[in-house]
């Protein structure tokens, strides 16, 4: 069973910035792909950053390419995800998240990693214009 201790959400104007953080805890085995998917009210849910843990990544959705970046810090079990330049349609609850056992390194690539898998309770990001 996994745990996610997510972090860092909060409400800022258009054009600030956040740093979310994931410590992520319990059993990985199986499990290659890592990173973060958000869901507005009334939207579906999005991929929108991985990280590859054999080695790859990290891997954006369109939407957020240029101004997001993910990290990892592979000793501490902790993964970060830096939003710059934010605006009010990246408002969502953000959610760390792992890709299932045995799950597909496409999926990875695509930040589609998550759709069967686990993650945590989210974290709420504000961008007000």
């Known amino acids: 069973q996994l745990e996610f201790a997510e972090s860092g959400g909060g409400s800022v104007q258009a054009g600030g910035s956040l740093k979310l953080s994931c410590v992520v805890s319990?059993?990985?085995?199986?499990?290659?792909?890592v990173g973060w998917f958000r869901q507005a009210p009334g939207k579906e849910r999005e991929g929108i950053a991985s990280?590859?843990?054999?080695?790859?990544?990290?891997y954006y959705a369109d939407s957020v390419k240029g101004r997001f970046a993910m990290s990892r810090d592979a000793s501490a079990n902790t993964v970060y995800l830096r939003m710059d330049n934010l605006k009010p349609e990246d408002s969502a609850t953000y959610y760390c998240?792992?890709?299932?056992?045995?799950?597909?390194?496409?999926?990875?690539?695509?930040?589609?990693?998550?759709?069967?898998?686990?993650w945590g309770q989210g974290t709420q990001v504000t961008v007000s214009s």
């Open positions: 319990g059993d990985m085995y199986g499990r290659q792909c």
């Open positions: 998240a792992t890709d299932p056992r045995n799950g597909l390194p496409f999926d990875c690539y695509t930040v589609n990693f998550w759709r069967h898998g686990s």
């Open positions: 990280i590859y843990l054999p080695g790859g990544g990290p």
